[in-house]
């Protein structure tokens, strides 16, 4: 029996004739749980999309809810239409239902639904999927794109686990993976509207609501068995996507890897530091020692102890961590250079996660 009820999935599309069919029939297919609703926000669309939508609607199990909007140029982009379509989705869903978002180009694992809401079963409040590029597009894609996804992806992985051993997060144990692709994303609708919706972002709606929900500690699963397939198209249809960056990097490497990538240290002393202020934030009762220690961990982070404490004060965790982490010096973002990946960085990660391992000394954690 299903748990949850209902459940419902919002999808932006753009000129995706082709491709909305596999994604609905992927949809309908599910094994051992089923959705109630699915919106598809039909965002400046110019071809076939809406034909081919109204076509599948009455062999769907679902009902199909077909929103057309027309938005100017500066707004008509994947993070306007996906709050959109999300909103409609957490209105059919109502207080205590489940909204999920994919996208048109993407075909959903047949048991994608049930294991998402096995997440959820577990206290889960949002769970991510992964998105995996179809294996038969894949393949028509140079080797030079897959090794350097491979790597980046590599790297990724070893600094997601320096977090895990350094801050575990109860709510995301290991294994889990490190996306947050709007192609798999699904969240408790009480916790949507505390996070304020997907943000209307012309460029990574779907981090920049997984951070929205971070700021009001919602409980993120990444699960590895909840996936997607999604395109290996180079024409995407949102601008800055993943079809663009595949794009740019078949004329040239990029010199930097992703922005939220850091070096080995940079990053233990972020999960050290969101462990120490975790630890305090939680403590209501503030005695001397307290504030002993928020001294302490403030010096280390280079802040005033006034703007510690402060932070502090916060109602959720995640705007005091926000706060903080704007704040130091210590936790500013450095990039990193591609160049020196394999040599430089990854051989970092691993000496960390050895010592991290053991327990050493010299690892003992911020504000201790």
Excluded at 45 to 63: E, K, V, W, Y
Excluded at 73 to 100: K, N, Q, S
Excluded at 149 to 172: C, V
């Amino acid at each position: 029996m299903q748990p949850y009820r209902p459940l419902v999935a919002a999808i932006p599309v753009r000129n995706e004739a082709e491709r909305i069919g596999p994604c609905l029939r992927a949809l309908a297919r599910q094994h051992a749980a089923r959705l109630t609703h699915v919106v598809l926000l039909l965002n400046n669309c110019t071809d076939a999309t809406l034909p081919a939508t109204q076509a599948l609607s009455g062999r769907l199990p679902f009902a199909l809810h077909v929103v057309e909007r027309t938005y100017p140029p500066p707004i008509a982009h994947a993070g306007t239409a996906r709050r959109a379509a999300m909103a409609r989705a957490a209105e059919l869903a109502g207080p205590e239902g489940i909204v999920l978002t994919t996208d048109a180009d993407a075909v959903v694992a047949a048991d994608w639904l049930a294991n998402t809401l096995a997440a959820f079963a577990t206290g889960a409040d949002a769970v991510c999927g992964r998105a995996l590029i179809d294996p038969v597009e894949a393949a028509r894609l140079p080797a030079c794109l897959h090794e350097d996804d491979r790597a980046e992806t590599a790297y990724a992985t070893l600094l997601d686990r320096i977090h895990d051993l350094a801050d575990p997060d109860p709510h995301d144990p290991w294994p889990r993976h490190a996306e947050h692709s709007g192609a798999s994303i699904a969240v408790r609708v009480g916790l949507y509207h505390r996070a304020g919706g997907i943000p209307a972002m012309p460029l990574g709606e779907d981090r920049g609501f997984l951070a929205a929900l971070r700021r009001v500690d919602a409980a993120i699963r990444h699960a590895p068995d909840v996936w997607v397939s999604v395109s290996g198209r180079i024409a995407g249809r949102a601008r800055g996507g993943m079809a663009d960056t595949m794009a740019r990097r078949l004329v040239r490497q990029d010199e930097m890897l992703d922005e939220s990538l850091e070096p080995a240290m940079t990053c233990l002393h972020r999960a050290q530091a969101r462990a120490a202020l975790r630890a305090l934030w939680r403590q209501p009762v503030r005695p001397m020692s307290w504030l002993a220690r928020a001294e302490r961990l403030a010096g280390q982070l280079m802040l005033p102890a006034a703007t510690l404490v402060a932070s502090c004060a916060e109602p959720f965790f995640g705007l005091a961590w926000d706060r903080v982490e704007a704040a130091s010096p210590l936790l500013r973002r450095h990039p990193v250079r591609r160049a020196s990946l394999a040599v430089e960085h990854q051989r970092a990660a691993r000496i960390v996660l050895r010592l991290l391992h053991a327990r050493a000394p010299a690892l003992s954690a911020l504000g201790g």
